[in-house]
Nanobody, 125 residues
Framework: QVQLVESGGGSVQAGDSLRLSCVTS????????MSWFRQTSGKGKEFVAG????????DYADSAKGRFTVSRDNNENTAYLQLSGLKPEDTGIYYC??????????????????WGQGTQVTVAT
């Protein structure tokens, strides 16, 4: 049984930082690309950042560039998303997802086969 479990969300002030974790089990972690999506108020899940199995390729949404950092530890079967310089518009539920791609980081939700349950991030002004 495949499980992706996010943690690390919380309520913070604008400008603060958070580190989200996504612990996986039941899958061969280094065979999967890992990405983070978020669902903000009134919107569907949108791509935030992704990292290929080796970490050789990384991609970010424009809203994340320069503020967020995605990483992974294949020995720990865990993906991370470091959030810095948080803004109120970053408020939402953050999800990790796994896709069986090698070098292309898809931004469409439909390309991902496994999802976590999400972790809430709330940023106050």
């Amino acid at each position: 049984q495949v499980q992706l479990v996010e943690s690390g969300g919380g309520s913070v002030q604008a400008g603060d930082s958070l580190r989200l974790s996504c612990v996986t089990s039941g899958l061969i972690f280094d065979k999967f690309l890992m990405s983070w999506f978020r669902q903000t108020s009134g919107k569907g899940k949108e791509f935030v950042a992704g990292i290929t199995w080796s970490g050789a390729k990384i991609d970010y949404a424009d809203s994340a560039k320069g503020r967020f950092t995605v990483s992974r530890d294949n020995n720990e079967n865990t993906a991370y998303l470091q959030l810095s310089g948080l803004k109120p518009e970053d408020t939402g539920i953050y999800y990790c997802a796994a896709a069986a791609y090698t070098y292309v980081i898809p931004k469409s939700r439909s390309e991902y086969v496994y999802w976590g349950q999400g972790t809430q991030v709330t940023v106050a002004t």
